[in-house]
């Protein structure tokens, strides 16, 4: 099993900036991968990012690409995902996630991640 917990979430205005951050603890090595997605109501689950445990792929959904840069510390078991310039439409509840067999083909799937954080909101003003 692999725990994750979510923290750093909170209000911003647009234009600001927010760094989630997402803790796995447990048998963390059954994990190839942690991704982001982010859910706001009546909207269903979004890819966000995601950043292999070794290695340098990253992948990144369109609607964040130069904005959200997710980056992993892995002593600490810990994966990051700095939101910068956000915009009201960046509101939702960000979750953290992660799966023994993330690749090139389903990293945008949730379906693909065994494994999931309680999830942190994020809101955006405008």
Do not use: H
């Amino acid at each position: 099993q692999v725990q994750l917990v979510e923290s750093g979430g909170g209000l911003v205005q647009a234009g600001g900036s927010l760094r989630l951050s997402c803790a796995a603890s447990g048998r963390t090595f059954n994990s190839a991968a942690v991704g982001w997605f982010r859910q706001s109501p009546g909207k269903v689950r979004e890819f966000v990012a995601t950043i292999r445990w070794r290695g340098s792929n990253t992948y990144y959904a369109d609607s964040v690409k130069d904005r959200f840069t997710i980056s992993r510390d892995n002593a600490k078991n810990t994966v990051y995902l700095q939101m910068n310039s956000l915009k009201p439409e960046d509101t939702a509840i960000y979750s953290c996630a992660a799966g023994p067999a993330i690749y090139s083909g389903n990293y945008y799937q949730p379906a693909a991640y065994n494994y999931w954080g309680q999830g942190t909101q994020v809101t955006v003003s405008s």
